[in-house]
Each structure stands twice: as C-alpha cells, then as structure tokens.
C-alpha cells in the first residue's frame, strides 16, 4: 500500500462547482497532516493544515478521520486561480523533532470557465 | 509565511560534474531543512533531513556519498550533487523548518537540474 494514495484525476469543474479531494495514508503514527497545492513546475504551497475536528478556511474545507486513516479537501465555489495539483501530505513520524513530509502523488484540478 | 530562497533556480551541466545548490531561509532559522527531489509526474520524495551543526540524515536508497548536504548554519544548507549523471536529472527543493515537530515547513521554490 502506498504511504499516502490520491486519485490522481484530472478533475474537469466547471467554474463556481463544488468538488471534493480524497486521501488516504498508511501510517497510522502520523500526526500532522495537511494540504497543499502545486502549481505547473513551482514548488507546494501550503493550502491548509487538517485537523481531527475539520478546520475551514474560506471556501476550503478539510476533514480528517483517524480511525479510516482518510483526509478530504472540499472547495466550495470554485474558481479559475483554484486550477492546479493538490497534494495530500502527511508527516513521516509521530513526533519528536522534525520529520520530513511524505506526498501524495497529487490531484489535478482543472476548472473551466 | 517564512521565505526560503534557492540558488540556482536551474541548471544544465555535463555528466561527471558537481552541482552545489544552495537553500537559505531569509527571515527564519531554520533548525531542521529538508531536501526533496520530484520526478516528472511524480510526487515530491524526501532524500534527507539535515539539522544545523549535525550530519544528515539520508533516506533508504538515497546515495550519501553522491548527495552531500551541509547545514553549516541556521539559515543556510546546501545539497551538492556529486558526479551528476542524466538520471539525477530532477527538480529539486528544499525546505525548512524552525520548530521541532509538527510545525510547517516552508519550500524554496526549487532547482532545475538538467544532467547532459
């Protein structure tokens, strides 16, 4: 089983659409868990971090359940700037010093006018 | 947030040379940086974790002999690739973090390698 599992897409929505984002990951000693986007050849860009009771921000939605090991994105009222690649991303250890991330492959969002 | 910067943003060199790429964090120390490489529609892989003062720490398959990472100071940490050959060609990034655990790493923008 990979570490972090993403639906690749790509995701075609049409612009004001709301569209949700899966993850699950393998280990279950990970504690911090986040969002990011990737934009054509740019380095992530942190979108959000997840925490067990949801969080928002904006239009942007993130659930995260312990117990199925699963995380989710929604965007509500989707925009043309919300195009690009989201990576699930998951710590590597459950603590004690910083751990380097492990990346999901990533989901391409495309929104069309 | 914080700011890493990379240096060079790409390069193209010839097989058998060294490539130094330097990752600062303008207005943080950072305590821990981390180096990542991503292949063409692949995800971002982690090579190594390297903390100010100490010897890095490399992922399994990850040749630390041919990938050498300094971390001299707390705002500076540099990956040279030694004796570059065409499949270390790679997009390259760096990020860092301040904290010891669970805090957010902030990403330089990345290096182009290009092995000819």
């Known amino acids: 089983r990979k570490e972090v599992e993403q639906d690749p897409g790509p995701f075609n929505v049409p612009e004001g659409a709301t569209v949700a984002f899966n993850c699950t990951y393998s280990?279950?000693?990970?504690?911090?868990f986040f969002w990011y986007r990737q934009d054509c050849r740019k380095e992530p860009k942190l979108l959000m971090s997840v925490y067990s009771s949801g969080n928002e921000d904006g239009r942007f939605t993130a659930q995260l359940n312990r117990a199925s090991q699963y995380i989710s994105l929604l965007i509500r009222d989707s925009k043309l700037s919300d195009s690009a690649t989201y990576l699930c991303?998951?710590?590597?250890?459950?603590?004690?010093?910083?751990?380097?991330?492990?990346f999901g492959k990533g989901t391409h969002l495309i929104i069309q006018p | 947030g914080a700011v890493v910067s990379q240096h060079p943003s790409r390069v193209i060199c010839k097989s058998g040379t060294s490539v130094k790429i330097e990752c600062r964090s303008l207005?943080?120390?950072?305590?821990?940086m981390f180096w990542y490489r991503q292949f063409p529609k692949k995800s971002l892989m982690l090579m190594a974790t390297s903390n100010e003062g100490s010897k890095a720490t490399y992922e399994q398959g990850v040749e630390k002999d041919k990938f050498l990472i300094n971390h001299a100071s707390l705002t500076l940490s540099t990956l040279t690739v030694t004796s570059a050959h065409p499949e270390d060609s790679s997009f390259y990034i760096c990020?860092?973090?301040?904290?010891?655990?669970?805090?957010?790493?902030?990403f330089g923008p990345g290096t182009r390698l290009l092995v000819l």
């Open positions: 280990n279950s000693a990970s504690q911090s």
């Open positions: 207005d943080f120390q950072a305590t821990t």
């Open positions: 991303v998951v710590n590597r250890e459950s603590g004690g010093g910083a751990d380097g991330l492990t």
């Open positions: 990020s860092g973090t301040s904290g010891g655990g669970g805090e957010t790493q902030y």
